[in-house]
């Protein structure tokens, strides 16, 4: 007979790794989103950070499920997710997502960086990665270039309910589990993919301007771009600040165990996160910064709240995930974790955690230096 | 149709017509029998044999009955006999062959009642560390009758 059943082994049993995962799932759509916004929607102030867009969204995503991997007891065990698709089971079309979205990613860059690449494939001594990536066909005619770019509009297209799906499960995985509190709740999509695009708007700020300033062939990073950014973090941060704040208020006009998750952020355990690094270090200072008229204009206040908002955001992941499980359906639990820092990762989960973050800097690093990222004006191909 | 993209088109379709046969290579014959899951497991499963006889069993027949009748009435009556002495489908179809003395570190109790975050804060759970001065829990509690001690 059994009564009740409560976790027996495991304190925290979704940890660092799985915030993680959420985090750099978030970054590559918000890094898409973006890219979208001048392939797709034409805002043409954006176009030059299209290229570096679809670099960013293809490699996070490529390393975003090695966390899931490394976070399974059994590693060698994780393509059993494919071989047995279970239909009814939100990770079951995850694992599946989680493989769309990347070929669709490299099949844009594939279009948009076909013209320069197969201009490099002619000569030079890495003529021949340029010719495999541009899979051995070097047409460069006015007709395959305009088709080039009809391809990369029709993809992005594909891509941004795609990358809205890959990142809302996420959301959507959370949502589902009815015996936590704060998860269970259908909005959690929605704000997950709320605070993506926060996260890779400030993602691409601090990249666009660090690669533009010290990488590019000018190495001076262009001041309108970075403020037309700042512009848009702002919005996005009043958009997920405003969706925090009917979260909380409209949840604490609901059930009583509802409102005991909304207490439990703002003034029980994990209030300090909550409270001082998710909505002010992490929302408010950088929406102060990229709003206040006389600094907004300013690209290091700029980079400042990026840096912030980005801190928010991965403490949102953390908050959510981790601080999630400390409040079960029994009610508030209190015990054990009272003391400062409420959570430590383990080792096991901190060594992936670092190695996951190297291989993605060592794979951008590979493909800033092999792809032709810069924006040249008038000279662009695909895009 | 542009040549370069049949190219694409092309490598797509070698990319998922392999996803496909690797698929069909390693996905088990009986997946799918009855669900979701691999259906020969079922018979495998069914195979074992079989290891433990139930806290039933050890009230019957009058072996155990005045301690079964004191656990069945305790906080612990959810914890199964064999929970903490083992498998005993042996012993009980043949009473001279022992079971595995039971389980008394405290380790073993701490499982349920070491402190930890996720379980309601109305069970009891101790910090290992202050309580009880490092002897086995059963020194001072009855495992049969808690709050016996």
């Known amino acids: ?383 | 149709m542009q040549p370069h993209l049949k190219r694409a088109i092309f490598l797509l379709g070698v990319v998922i017509v392999g996803f496909i046969f690797i698929r069909s290579l390693v996905v088990p014959d009986s997946y799918g029998q009855y669900g979701a899951y691999r259906g020969d497991s079922v018979y495998e499963n069914r195979n074992f044999t079989v290891e433990y006889a139930g806290s039933q069993s050890c009230g019957d027949e009058n072996c155990h009955k005045t301690l079964y009748s004191i656990w069945a009435d305790s906080r612990h009556k959810t914890v199964n006999c064999e929970t903490c002495h083992g498998p005993s489908e042996k012993h009980v179809s043949n009473v001279r062959i022992m079971p595995s003395p039971a389980n008394d570190s405290r380790e073993f109790c701490g499982k349920c009642h070491y402190k930890m975050v996720a379980r309601p804060s109305s069970f009891p759970q101790i910090d290992p560390e202050s309580h009880g001065e490092n002897l086995k829990c059963a020194y001072c509690h009855n495992p049969h009758k808690p709050w016996f001690v």
């Open chain 1, 1 to 383: 007979m059994v009564v009740e059943l409560f976790n027996v082994n495991w304190k925290v049993a979704w940890g660092m790794l799985i915030a993680n995962y959420f985090f750099l799932t978030g970054l590559s759509a918000g890094s898409f989103l973006l890219g979208a916004l001048s392939e797709v929607f034409g805002q043409e102030k954006y176009r030059s950070v299209s290229k570096m867009a679809i670099i960013l969204a293809t490699i996070l995503l490529i390393i975003a499920p090695l966390n899931l991997i490394a976070e399974l007891g059994q590693t060698g065990r994780f393509w059993t997710l494919l071989t047995g698709f279970h239909p009814t089971s939100p990770m079951a079309w995850g694992s599946f997502l989680l493989i769309a979205y990347p070929l669709l990613c490299v099949a844009e860059g594939y279009f948009l960086f076909r013209r320069d690449n197969a201009k490099r494939a002619v000569s030079g001594s890495m003529a021949f990665l340029y010719r495999a990536l541009v899979l051995w066909r070097t047409d460069l005619t006015e007709a395959t270039i305009a088709f080039d770019k009809k391809m990369v509009k029709t993809l992005a297209i594909i891509g941004i309910p795609l990358a809205f799906a890959v990142h809302g499960y996420t959301g959507y995985i959370l949502g589902v589990v009815v015996a936590r509190n704060l998860w269970s709740t259908p909005q959690m999509p929605v704000l997950f993919l709320l605070s993506a695009m926060v996260s890779g708007t400030a993602l691409m700020i601090l990249i666009v301007y660090i690669m533009q300033k010290f990488f590019s062939s000018k190495k001076y990073a262009d001041s309108t771009l970075i403020v037309n950014l700042g512009t848009l973090l702002m919005v996005f941060l009043l958009v997920d600040m405003l969706y925090i704040f009917f979260e909380l208020t409209m949840r604490w006009y609901s059930y009583e165990l509802s409102k005991d998750s909304v207490r439990e952020l703002l003034f029980g355990k994990v209030s300090f996160y909550f409270v001082w690094i998710e909505m002010i270090l992490g929302a408010i200072i950088p929406f102060l910064l990229v709003t206040i008229p006389k600094i907004r204009k300013n690209v290091g206040a700029v980079l400042l709240a990026s840096a912030l908002s980005l801190m928010g955001v991965f403490a949102m992941r953390m908050d959510f995930v981790v601080g999630g499980q400390f409040y079960s359906r029994n009610g508030v639990i209190d015990n054990l974790y009272t003391s400062f820092p409420l959570y430590l990762p383990p080792l096991t989960e901190v060594m992936p955690f670092a190695a996951i973050w190297a291989l993605g800097f060592f794979m951008f690093a590979l493909a800033v230096w092999t792809l032709p990222w810069e924006y040249k004006e008038g000279a662009a191909g695909g895009d």
